[in-house]
């Protein structure tokens, strides 16, 4: 027999990692920060994240997650520039954030 522990993600550490991520990206002072240092900033949290919590029974949470991690930039690159309307965005920042390099949890 063989036996493994793993790190299964609960709620609470779900809850955890959106909060991380919209502590980044909310505030109006990180406004000024441009996409490449969100990036840089995000990719070795992102990884952390992945190499605890990925597993074959989590991958629709973390799916979720990645979901998140696009839309709060999304909201980060319409307030910066000064647009009311984020969703149109989603395509034109994943795009960016790929070219700059930005790590999924899946």
Do not use: F
């Not at 999304?74 to 070219?99: C, D, F, G, P």
């Amino acid at each position: 027999m063989y036996y493994t522990t793993q790190q299964w993600l609960t709620r609470e550490a779900e809850e955890r990692i959106r909060e991380v991520v919209k502590e980044r990206l909310a505030p109006p002072t990180m406004r000024h920060k441009s996409l490449n240092d969100h990036v840089a900033w995000l990719n070795p949290k992102i990884q952390g994240w992945r190499n605890y919590y990925y597993t074959p029974y989590s991958q629709q949470k973390l799916a979720k997650l990645d979901w998140y991690i696009l839309q709060r930039l999304a909201r980060w690159h319409a307030k910066k520039r000064q647009r009311n309307r984020w969703m149109s965005l989603v395509r034109e920042v994943n795009i960016l954030a790929q070219t700059m390099g930005l790590k999924a949890l899946l």
